[in-house]
């Protein structure tokens, strides 16, 4: 720790180096920075995330912000129904159509 000793003494910019090397040696930088603790749950979570290749961050973005999302119906004139969003629906669905 002698370049926090040295950071202290005198006035000087941190620089990404210096953040890069403390948090190497087990410094939660969120917290140093922030004030904000992550929890264990947090960390693998988002180091799972760094670790995907693009198309499973993708989805796995997806997935959590679709969980939060509500569902709508729109009902547009000449187009008749349109369905959009997150919509179960038990027990089937009738267009209008003919039962086959």
Not at 6 to 11: A, F, G, H, Q, S
Not at 47 to 65: F, I
Request: proline residues 3%.
């Amino acid at each position: 720790m002698n370049t926090q000793v040295t950071l202290e003494k005198r006035p000087s910019t941190l620089d990404f180096g210096y953040l890069a090397r403390i948090e190497a040696a087990g410094v939660d930088l969120v917290y140093v920075l922030a004030g904000i603790r992550q929890t264990a749950e947090e960390a693998q979570l988002l180091a799972a995330y760094n670790a995907a290749p693009p198309a499973v961050r993708a989805a796995a973005l997806a997935g959590l912000l679709a969980g939060a999302s509500t569902a709508s119906i729109q009902v547009a004139g000449d187009l008749g129904q349109n369905v959009t969003g997150n919509v179960n629906i038990k027990g089937g669905f009738n267009m209008g159509g003919k039962k086959k």
